[in-house]
């Protein structure tokens, strides 16, 4: 990549073409005489002015809207500016390479713009995965997290905590360096070490919050398990709306693991339908079995489904995962006892279906156990918030001296700086701003 230099960069940063307008970005040095080149003149700063986009031989290439917007009060803190014309493949076309053969443009590559925002410090690190989430967020939820975090709702907690650190670490330095002087008490310190409880409380509090960012951000894993002819599914296919799966009355038609996503209330459900659990010397469906076994303990949930009007013995589940017992095809009537159950469905009947989705959600939410507040997105967070936590829970062991308790606070300060961004990211950048699209 070609991040460090000083290229005016250029890019189409609305969707797919065609369409109604076409928006192409551009940032850097150049970007006046980009827009004097192709506009005639620079637009009064973040007014649209309408003009008649031209190339350097004066060839009408299209008309449309121009705007500047005058660094650092920009995106990316340098003069950018915007053409937004009709969205023809064949004028974006042209346009982006009149503007690209100009000395010292180029085309932008994946996360450029965004880069330079962070560069240029109009955001930092998480404000930057809060937004690259945001691009990709499919719901509800998925939008109001990343949203929270591309605002700078993370930055402004974390970075509250690390002050509450400095302030904690500068009290033990005042008692330790000047505890002759009169005007500093003695055992100054002591003040701190309820505080950094409370602080330790909120870390741990944080990092427990690791799934529910996780649920938000990558899906809730329900498995359908049970043995062939349970109705796996028929339910699947209920729950989606559609036709997902084969359903035959012949065992064992499923046998390998199919998947659709769901959206129940802005949570992202991914729903998987497994091969039917049974004894059997067939190879194609021994291995569809095995990989049944191994999505069951890797669920968040699992849908045990029993056929009350079978004799098939019940199946031994992982004690890790919850579990939800549920009798099928309750409309052929029942050969079962129900005790151990927690109701009886037909997969086709809708109240049925609705009760079941209901109960996925009470399971999703009981995840929630401290609301649906910051939480941690990434894994990278919940790493250095565990330092954190690591570092502040040394620091209260009260046989140590000041001084190292002290450094202990200031290790724990350093992981949340390294959760902003603010040192230790060069490694990181490339591989988060490659999650970004050209032109943002």
């Known amino acids: 990549m070609r991040f ?33 080149s192709f506009c005639g003149s620079v ?25 500047f917007f005058p660094g650092p009060h920009s995106f990316t803190g340098e003069d950018s500016g915007e053409f ?44 930057i995965e809060g937004l690259a989430d945001l691009l990709a967020s499919e719901t509800e939820m998925q939008r109001r997290q990343a949203i929270a975090q591309a605002e700078g709702g ?22 330790l360096d000047f505890a002759d002087e009169d005007d500093i008490p003695g055992s100054v310190s002591q003040r701190i070490w309820p505080e950094l409880r409370d602080l330790l409380v909120l870390l741990r509090r944080a990092v427990a919050g690791e799934k529910q960012g996780e649920i938000i951000r990558d899906g809730y894993h329900v498995v359908i398990a049970g043995a062939p002819n349970a109705g796996k599914s028929s339910l699947m296919n209920g729950l989606a709306g559609r036709e997902v799966a084969i359903v035959t009355h012949y065992a064992g038609t499923t046998r390998d693991i199919l998947q659709v996503d769901l959206d ?16 059997t010397d067939e190879v194609v469906e021994k291995e569809g079995i095995r990989r049944a076994l191994i999505k069951v303990q890797e669920a968040d949930l699992v849908l045990y489904l029993h056929d009350m009007t079978s004799d098939h013995d019940e199946l031994d589940l992982p004690a890790s995962v919850p579990v939800i017992k549920i009798g099928t095809k ?5 050969r079962k006892d129900l005790t151990g159950f927690e109701r009886s469905i037909c997969t086709t009947d809708q109240t049925d279906l609705d009760w079941l989705k209901h109960r996925i959600l009470e399971s999703i939410r009981s995840r929630f156990e401290f609301g649906e507040g910051i939480v941690p997105s990434r894994l990278r967070h919940v790493e250095q918030l565990k330092t954190a936590a690591e570092f502040v829970e040394a620091s209260l062991v009260e046989d140590l001296g000041l001084e190292v308790r002290a450094d202990f606070l200031r290790s724990a300060s350093d992981a949340l700086e390294r959760l902003i961004g603010r040192v230790d990211t060069e490694t990181l950048l490339g591989k988060i701003f490659s999650e970004f699209c050209v032109g943002k």
């Not at 637009?43 to 649209?48: F, M, V």
């Not at 008649?52 to 290439?61: F, K, T, V, W």
């Not at 993370?154 to 008692?175: D, F, G, N, P, Q």
């Not at 209330?265 to 339908?273: A, I, N, Q, S, T």
């Open 84 to 127: 937004h014309v009709h969205g023809s493949r064949a004028v974006v076309a042209s346009l982006l390479a009149e503007m690209a053969s100009i000395a010292g443009c180029r085309l932008a590559e994946a996360g450029e713009f965004s880069r330079r925002a962070f560069e240029n410090g109009k955001l930092d690190l998480l404000e």
């Open 43 to 67: 637009p009064e700063p973040r007014y649209a002015a309408f003009r008649s986009i031209r190339n350097r031989n004066g060839l009408l290439l299209d008309q449309g809207l121009a705007l």
């Open 154 to 175: 993370a930055t402004r907690l974390y970075a509250s905590w690390r002050e509450k650190l400095v302030h904690c670490r500068a009290m033990i330095e005042a008692e």
């Open 4 to 36: 460090q230099d000083n290229d005016t960069i250029i890019a189409l940063s609305s969707g797919a073409l065609p369409a109604g307008i076409a928006v192409i970005r551009f940032s850097g040095l150049r970007t006046r005489h980009l827009l004097e």
């Open 264 to 279: 129940l209330e802005g949570y992202v459900v991914r729903l998987y339908d497994t091969a039917g659990i049974r004894s």
């Open 330 to 334: 309750c409309d052929l009537g029942s």
